[in-house]
Nanobody, 121 residues
């Protein structure tokens, strides 16, 4: 019912910046929390940042002060501005949304397909 499509990943040098976007589409009634997670091979997926429909944000400890999450509720889109990137930020970044589809009584978790971010010189 709800599809998430990410864009904006790529290769960047240490200290550089990237901006990720994630657009939700489909038969959407409401979206509460949207967020970004990341995963490297052999490790668990970890929270990068999340934002509620009211604008309350939450960040993983390693990205505080460097990454900024924002959201356009009218467009059902969430953004992640990543500054001062480090090699350890290299991962596949996944968009996540807790969304309620039209006709559904409850919200469900939805995931995008992932976008690769590589920080390397």
């Amino acid at each position: 019912q709800v599809q998430l499509v990410e864009s904006g990943g790529g290769l960047v040098q240490p200290g550089g910046s990237l901006r990720l976007s994630c657009a939700a589409s489909g038969s959407i009634f409401s979206i509460d929390i949207m967020g970004w997670y990341r995963q490297v091979p052999g490790k668990q997926r970890e929270l990068v940042a999340s934002i509620t429909s009211g604008g309350r944000t939450n960040y993983g400890g390693s990205v505080k002060g460097r990454f900024t999450i924002s959201r356009d509720n009218a467009e059902n889109t969430v953004y992640l501005q990543m500054n001062s990137l480090k090699p350890e930020d290299t991962a596949v970044y996944y968009c996540n949304a807790a969304a309620r589809g039209r006709g559904s009584r409850y919200a469900s978790d939805y995931w995008g397909q992932g976008t690769q971010v590589t920080v390397s010189s």
